[in-house]
């Protein structure tokens, strides 16, 4: 599998405390990845990392074919190579239709000219249909977001990055507050998305992270503790021991 995402040796301390402690990680073109660990392990900071939010101490990440130093760039430049992330709270125009929300973000995704020239053709209209269809949502287009569920929003939000169609998706506990049918969906709308890029879900669900069915990393202290299947990595003594505080 190429690699599409290659952290080398990060870290990261705030006021004294290691977040991210030499961690390196790596990503293929096109793989699902669930990342687990105890709080404060370190795993939105590693988002953030990546996203170019936060800028760590030492370490290397290097992003795409060209091999692009992503410690070198802004968070808007970071974003437009093709990183998307999801953040917790489901963030959606909550007075706009489903429709409107998912247009503008396909109008994002061209830029400010291109979004002011910009006419409601066939193609888009289309687009967002076929967005709307892959997150469930086809029959509450015309309905306000605000309207939506909890979870119905996360997956808009969901169809929202999936306009700007980026090489890779970054979620953040996509499944908290979810009810156990919205769980499942999320989980086969993941492992749809990531068959056209790579995705790192970050989730502490487990039920939800085996039924992502992918390769596991757990996060400890800011560096990896162990990584493989999720029956691989719950049998690992490491990881028994850090869950159960020993
Ligand atoms: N901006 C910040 N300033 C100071 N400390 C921070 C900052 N961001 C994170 N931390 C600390 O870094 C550690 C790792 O936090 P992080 O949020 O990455 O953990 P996490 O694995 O996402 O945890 P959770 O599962 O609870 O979301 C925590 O001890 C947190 O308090
Ligand atoms: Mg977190």
């Known amino acids: 599998m190429t690699t599409l995402l290659e952290v ?6 705030f006021d004294g405390f ?9 990503i293929g073109e096109r793989e699902l990845r669930a ?33 692009a130093s992503l ?35 396909l109008k994002n995704k061209r830029g400010p000219i291109a979004a002011l020239l910009y006419r ?10 076929a967005l709307a269809e892959s997150i469930g949502l086809r029959a509450s287009l015309p309905r306000p977001a605000g309207e939506l569920s909890h979870g119905q929003k996360q997956w808009l939000e969901i169809g929202m990055l999936l306009a700007q169609e ?8 996509p ?14 709308l993941l492992k749809e998305a990531a068959k056209t890029r790579a995705v790192v879900v970050v989730e502490h669900d487990m039920e939800f992270v085996r039924r992502l069915d992918c390769k596991v990393t757990v996060l400890h202290e800011g560096s ?6 999720l029956d691989h990595v719950t049998k690992n003594q490491d990881v028994i021991d850090v869950y159960l505080g020993r």
Not at 8 to 13: D, M, Y
Not at 18 to 26: E, V, W
Not at 120 to 129: H, N
């Open 175 to 188: 499944a908290a507050g979810m009810t156990p049918a919205e769980r499942e969906h999320t989980t086969d």
């Open 8 to 13: 080398s040796g990060v870290s990261k301390t």
């Open 35 to 67: 990342v687990i660990g105890p709080n404060g392990a370190g795993k939105t900071t590693f988002m953030d990392i990546v996203t170019g939010k936060t800028r760590p101490d030492e370490g290397r990440i290097v992003y795409g074919d060209k091999g």
């Open 120 to 129: 409601l053709d066939q193609r888009d209209r289309e687009k967002v249909a």
């Open 224 to 229: 990896v503790l162990a990584e493989g299947s």
């Open 71 to 105: 410690l070198k760039m802004s968070e808007s430049r970071i974003a437009q190579a093709g990183i998307g992330r999801k953040f917790q709270r489901p963030t959606v125009f909550e007075d706009q239709t489903v429709f409107d929300n998912l247009m503008m973000a």
């Open 166 to 173: 980026p090489k890779l998706l970054l979620v953040d506990e």
């Open 18 to 26: 290691k977040a991210i402690n030499n961690l390196s990680f790596q």
